[in-house]
Structures are given as C-alpha cells and as structure tokens.
C-alpha cells in the first residue's frame, strides 16, 4: 500500500554530515506527520525527529542544534540533515509516515539506512 525508502546513510567521521531523504510512494494517501526513528544494537527503537503537515518540528533532545528535519509535501518526501555527528549517533535510522485514506489512519515505516560515526 505505502512504502518509504530511505537513503543517503553510509560511514563518516565524527563531526562530519549525513543528509537522509525518505520518499513514500504507493496507493492514494495524505500523509500528516512524518520523521525518523533510529535503533542501535541492543536498544530499543528511539524518536530522533517528527514534523507536522504544516512544518513544525520536534527533535529528541540528544540531537537539538545538531539535526535538522524538513519535508517537501509535493514529493511526499521527508529529509533529515544530521551535523556535528556523534559516535553515539550510530545506529539504523528508519523513515516513519502516519498517513491517512478515507479518514483512516496508518503508521508505515521504512526498510531502515545504517549510519556509522566512525573515525
């Protein structure tokens, strides 16, 4: 029905940049908040940012000043530029869409894309 796919993830050096970017694509849907998740190996599956339809941000105080969320509604699309990157910032980062069809709700996530902070 909905699918995300990410991209942009990879290996790069501590205080380096990354960009993902998150296309959702599929049947007839809206689309109201979307954002990216990130899980380590052991851990549980943490919000990193969340933004509304209308643009309004929200970010996991671990990434405030740091990461920047943003979204392009016309291309259903959702983009995450991370700088100052951290090693603790490692992890698997996965895509979510909460999209709606006749007034009915669905959270969707992505496949996922590795980001290594490494020197």
């Known amino acids: 029905q909905v699918q995300l796919v990410e991209s942009g993830g990879g290996l790069v050096q501590p205080g380096g940049s990354l960009r993902l970017s998150c296309a959702a694509s599929?049947?007839?849907?809206?689309?109201?908040?979307m954002g990216w998740f990130r899980q380590a190996p052991g851990k549980q599956r943490d919000m990193v940012a969340i933004?509304?339809?209308?643009?309004?941000?929200n970010y996991a105080d671990s990434v405030k000043g740091r990461f920047t969320i943003s979204r392009d509604n016309a291309k259903n699309s959702v983009y995450l530029q991370m700088n100052s990157l951290k090693p603790e910032d490692t992890a698997v980062y996965y895509c979510?869409?909460?999209?709606?069809?006749?007034?009915?709700?669905?959270?969707?996530w992505g496949q996922g894309t590795q980001v290594t902070v490494s020197s």
């Open positions: 979510y869409a909460n999209t709606v069809k006749d007034n009915r709700s669905q959270g969707s």
């Open positions: 599929g049947s007839l849907f809206s689309i109201n908040a």
């Open positions: 933004i509304s339809s209308g643009g309004s941000p």
